[in-house]
């Protein structure tokens, strides 16, 4: 038989590799304006949530649309801490899990493990969604600390329930809670990661969601890309680099380097914001806080000496990842937790856009121009060489 093919004639069409540039909906959960370099959640500009909020007002303004009175907050704030427990077969799973899993396929596979065992997975009524929601904001600070302790060979530390979602995340993973600069430092970075219209993740969840699927396999889907180190799992990749180059001396000559390799420097570019990202500035006044307080001129002076050498030599902005990073890196989780931190903070954003999707529902499903080999048929088994 002949292997020899043919290819098809390519249609002459416009692709839009990565979908760059395509308008694909409305939406009225977040504005990113590239050309004002501003990111506006429900109308708000996020630098002044995020001076003037907690997360808990933030993650209720992503689902209300409106910020909660004091009666709102403190109804739901009593809903997110009762819930940070985690149920006894969650726990069975994660102990199942090797320490050699990824913490974000630890947080992936525990989240579904909490779909599979609601019994109103199936129900994609607002309201239930939104109970749904609740549950995951409440629980997923409980599922990282549960990680991160149990690689470190600690045992849990159980939720308090007097403390806010911020300070109760950090008391969960480290035993104690840290000092105000420490809280408001993290409780920041949630706020400025909690949304980021039709990102990659976000768009995951509305293709799931496109096809009348559940509110949980949504969440799984945006969980898994959100891992890849184009997207959430840039936090991390940051402070590998840090470690590789070591000293802010060697980060021209590593720079240098690293793009003679054509490596892709992690934390900096960004698919919409091409003269830098909305959100650094407010997440670096908050690092600057914690170097401070850590007393960590070193890795401060390593963050300016990669950044200054990428300007020099690419003019490519830092993006949030690029100071949250170092961020998490100080409060004192393992590099493989920040982008599980990132997925805590997500999870009202996802679920906002999911809820959006349903109110106003079409099967998401693009079209492709075909350029694989030309119709043939196939010979019987025996005929084939
Ligand atoms: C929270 C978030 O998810 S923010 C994004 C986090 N991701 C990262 O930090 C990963 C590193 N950055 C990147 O890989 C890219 O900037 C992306 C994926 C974020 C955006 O990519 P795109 O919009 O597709 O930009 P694109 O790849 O077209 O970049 C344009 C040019 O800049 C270069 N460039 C962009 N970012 C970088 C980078 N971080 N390091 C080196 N070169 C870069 C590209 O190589 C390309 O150069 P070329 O024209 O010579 O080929
Ligand atoms: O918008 C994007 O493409 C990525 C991003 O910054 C985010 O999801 O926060």
Redesign the pocket.
């Known amino acids: 038989m002949s292997t020899e093919t043919t290819a098809a004639p390519v249609e002459e069409v416009k692709i839009y590799k990565?979908l760059?540039g395509v308008v694909v909906d409305y939406t009225a959960v977040s504005k990113v304006n590239p050309e004002t370099n501003s990111l506006l959640y429900r109308g708000y500009p996020v630098q002044e949530l995020a001076a003037t909020c907690s997360f808990e007002e933030v993650a209720y303004l992503l689902w209300h649309s409106e910020l909660p009175d004091a009666a709102q907050l403190a109804e739901f704030t009593a809903a997110e801490r009762s819930q940070r427990t985690l149920d006894a077969p969650v726990k069975r799973v994660i102990d199942d899990l090797p320490l050699t899993a990824h913490p974000m396929d630890v947080v992936r596979t525990a989240v579904s493990v909490i779909g599979a065992l609601d019994p109103t997975t199936a129900d994609s009524s607002t309201s239930s969604n939104l109970a749904k929601s609740i549950t995951l904001l409440a629980k997923l600070p409980a599922i990282v600390s549960y990680d991160q302790r149990r690689r470190r060979g600690q045992d849990v530390v159980e939720p308090r329930e007097d403390l806010g979602y911020s300070a109760n995340f950090l008391y969960m993973t480290f035993g104690e809670v840290p000092s105000d600069v420490v809280v408001d430092a993290f409780d920041v970075s949630m706020i400025l990661?909690a949304e980021?219209s039709f990102?990659?993740s976000t768009f995951t969840t509305r293709v799931v969601t496109s096809t009348l699927s559940d509110l949980y396999s949504a969440v799984v889907a945006g969980i898994g890309a959100?891992k890849g180190?184009?997207?959430?799992?840039?936090?991390e990749?940051?402070m590998h680099i840090f470690d590789e180059i070591g000293t802010a001396d060697k980060a021209e000559a590593w720079l240098e380097q690293a793009?003679a390799e054509?490596?892709?420097?992690?934390?900096?570019?960004?698919?919409?914001y091409k003269n830098g990202?909305s959100r650094v500035p407010t997440m670096k006044k908050a690092l600057d806080t914690l170097i401070e307080e850590y007393d960590a001129q070193e890795l401060l002076d390593l963050y300016v000496a990669l950044d200054d050498a990428?300007q020099s030599r690419?003019a490519?902005q830092p993006?949030?990842?690029?100071p949250s990073g170092p961020a998490y890196h100080l409060i004192g989780y393992d590099t493989e937790l920040f982008t599980p931190l990132?997925v805590a903070s997500r999870i009202t954003g996802w679920t906002a856009h999911i809820m959006e999707q349903l109110a106003s529902n079409a099967l998401i499903r693009p079209l492709s121009v075909y350029n694989g080999v030309d119709e043939r048929h196939p010979a019987a088994l025996a005929e084939r060489a």
Do not use: E
């Open positions: 990565g760059a990661y980021h990102n990659a959100l180190p184009l997207h959430g799992g840039a936090n990749a940051v793009l054509k490596r892709k420097i992690m934390g900096f570019g960004h698919r919409v990202d990428m690419k490519i993006n949030l990842d690029y990132f």
